[in-house]
């Protein structure tokens, strides 16, 4: 069940509310998803082996695999995985993805009601995907899990201040004309206004693990105007505006980066990593 990634031009962390209904459209188009959506910097990798220990041999539990963008380097790596994924759509494209792969099963299922196996896993991962959890059942869950000293690793990715900064301080007015929730004159954080205390809070107060460490990639990728629409047809928020809304954001933001910016324009991200280990 993968994640909007939050971006400026509209606050995509959902309420509870929200949550439910916006999750269930990234399996509409799970083949644009798979080719639209970023991976990960390599050195997330290394710092989930070093932290989490989820390296060669290591028994991985993904909760929210997508299409594979996170769990196909992680088999690469020499993890044998359980992918849990909710859209049966996309969980059909990580399986073939990761086809040949024998240490990695790719299950449909929702993991809040999926029934735990029996031999516990050395590390609990959801990459871009744990905030669509229900908020009651995820850190508890994982923690049942783990063996003791498992790790839970959550990765989550935000566009920050960065690339083509103009470019985003400008389409918010796309934003603004078709898409009425949009806040008012929303800019990007900076990436160091970003601390992860959110998640190590809601983590430290169940009691189960003990302090989450954090690692953090700041990372730029370029799209052209047509990459760059296919993300944002990914995104659950602009998924859900009525069909003349969306397709008028989308036409406001290409004669935008054409117009003005080339025909092409770079993000940041800043794609953080959280480390917590099962007391």
């Known amino acids: 069940m993968p994640d909007d990634i939050t971006h400026p031009e509209r606050d995509d962390t959902p309420d509870e509310s929200r949550r439910v ?20 910097p390599p050195g997330l990798y290394d710092d989930l082996a070093g932290l989490a220990g989820a390296g060669p041999g290591s028994h991985v539990l993904e909760v929210g695999c997508g299409t594979g963008q996170a769990t196909v380097p992680l088999a690469e790596r020499g993890c044998r995985i359980t992918a849990v994924e909710a859209g049966p759509e996309m969980a059909a494209v990580a399986r073939r993805n ?28 959801s990459a871009t995907a744990f905030h669509w959890i229900d908020p009651a059942v995820r850190v508890a869950k994982a923690a049942d899990a783990l063996r003791p000293g498992g790790a839970l690793a959550v990765v989550r990715t935000q566009h ?29 954080p900076a990436a160091a206004e970003i601390d992860g205390s959110d998640h190590a809070e809601e983590v430290a107060r169940s009691g189960r693990f003990g302090p989450t460490v954090f690692r953090r990639h700041e990372w730029d990728l370029t799209y052209t105007t047509s990459e760059y ?26 004669n935008l980066i054409d117009g003005r910016y080339g025909g092409r324009v770079t993000k940041r991200y800043l794609v953080e990593l959280g480390v917590s280990h099962r007391r």
């Open 229 to 254: 629409l296919e993300l944002l047809r990914t995104y659950s928020g602009t998924r859900a505006l009525p069909e003349a809304a969306g397709n008028g954001l989308l036409e406001c933001v290409a």
């Open 98 to 125: 990761l086809a040949g792969v024998a240490a990695v099963e790719v299950v449909t299922a929702e993991f809040e009601s999926w029934p735990l196996p029996a031999e516990p896993f050395d590390a609990v991962v």
């Open 21 to 40: 209904r916006l999750r269930r459209t990234f399996d509409e188009d799970a083949e644009l998803y798979d080719r639209a959506r970023p991976g990960y």
């Open 160 to 188: 920050v201040m960065g690339g083509t900064e103009e470019f985003f301080v400008e389409v918010q007015r796309c934003y603004e004309r078709f898409d009425p929730d949009t806040p008012p004159l929303l800019r990007p």
